[in-house]
């Protein structure tokens, strides 16, 4: 096997493995991770594919692996900020029970 | 200005004044958003008449060429699409600007000018990388639309964006195979180069399952029932008329260019139309099912998201592609038009009633009988009966089916059509009251006149619209699917 292909196929099965914690796990904070988990497995593949076999890396790849990133920044704020206050209405409503 | 750099404006100009509006006061704000949505539709006719005159417009972004530089092209799908989006926002706006409990807050203001945005650059983008980065905006900008319905609404929220952003994964798994395998992310380019069948259908089945997610395609719809009816009226109108066809639109690119080089992508194709009549029956059956005005009218989204997606299997077994091309673009901006008028008008009915359950909506009729019209109109245009604009996409879609041989997708597009007029059958039942008996309708408090004004336009748009459908399609045959831009 080939570093390439070593890299092509764990990125396949870490992406595997987050979209499925992703849909699985009730915990918000943890489907975040998973989700980030999940995005990781895609940004492995695309720099595996900028390895261009003569040691010097194709840029497009990591263009786009660096936007990816940016992207998944953007969502995990805005993720957060929405858990936040799903979890404050329950704390809320277990006080109210009380 | 040449015709090439008009195509700029539908992207930059929303993201500028949204951009502007978070930091203007409200009125400012609505009265610049109200201003740009209407230069948009202004470009969206100019592009039509350069596409009419000389086909698609292109344009190499600051002079760059392609593979180096990003292309941008608006051939009759993006012009259409665009009107639409103009239309859409100008709608949403006018209303929010008039009663402010129909936007929920100052950040509507710049999060429609960025949803305005990243939808329009969906529909003139000609790369799969700058349709992925739209895409993610667009993604973004519309779960905080959603969020603006209130704490509430935000695990609603939050739901709709695990969904959308694993949608976006498999979509950006999808751009690296295209990469990996051609070389570019170009389309025009990709389709030229790429000579493997198993890689090529493997990029349509995961722009397949990324854009089913995202567009809540039946069997991944479940969070669109949850997110749209959360959301203040204005939103959820935008989200169900227009967010849902930027993904609709990349899959259709993709098929576009992708689809005639396997033969994976017929039986992908199969798959999709299957998913998309069962999201016809099972949609209009739970929105039979349903007992709140918005709970009704999003499930009818799901039900009408199958009709949109018929054109992928049609396209590939229809002698002349280009008649289920123009249909199921037909389909999809009349849907657009309908669904608009429908949520603001139950919005108006909500905000008047106190409530947007059936059971409380007794006599809004009597009181503000355009806004039931509204409802009624676009019904009738979802179902697709003459003369509204539904009708003649539907028509065309089953001449295309006709055409093909499928006599199956023909029951489906006359059963989903009778299922879509029961239930706005019983939004209507809902509002009337008994003869002579006031009671219900006296507490009402009456909505802003703009809000009665804007469902009724946009309802007799989708009827005027039935009637000249030729300028549409016009527009779509000179520079068609497929005829490469």
Known sequence: ?98 | MSAAALVLVPVFLPLAVGALSAVLPRRAAATLTVIAAVATLMVAVLLGIAVLDAGPVRLEVAGWAPPVGILLAADGLSVVMIGLSAIAVLAATLVAAADDHFAGGHAFWPLVGAAAAAVNGVFVARDVFTAFVLLELLTIASVALVALGGTRSAAAALRYLFVAVTGSLFFLLAVALTYGHTGTVDLARAAERADDTVIVGAIIALTVVGMAAKTALFPLHSWLPVAHPAAPAAVSALLSALVIKASIVILWRIVEYFGPLTDLAAPLATAVGVAGAAAVLWGGVLALRRDRLKSIIAYSTVAQVGYMVLLVPLVFTASDPQVAWIGGILITLAHGVAKVAMFLAAGALATAAGTSRLDGLEGTISRMPWTVAAIGLAGVSLAGLPPTLGFVGKWMLVQASLDAGAWWWLALLLGGGLLTFAYTARMLRATFNPPGDFSGARELTRPARTVAIVPLALAALSVVLGLIPWLLIEVLSAAPMGGGA
Request: a negative charge; hydrophobic letters at 60%; zero cysteines.
């Open chain 1, 1 to 98: 096997m080939t570093t390439l292909q070593l890299f092509m196929y764990a990125g396949a099965f870490i992406l595997v493995l987050g979209v499925a914690a992703t849909l699985l796990v009730r915990d918000l904070i943890r489907r975040l991770i998973a989700l980030n988990v999940a995005s990781g497995g895609v940004m492995l593949l695309l720099l595996a594919l900028a390895d261009r076999g003569d040691g010097e890396p194709d840029p497009v790849p990591q263009a786009l692996v660096l936007t990816g990133i940016v992207v998944m920044a953007a969502v995990t704020g805005i993720a957060i900020v929405l858990a936040r206050r799903v979890e404050q209405l329950d704390d809320d409503l277990e006080e109210v029970e009380q």
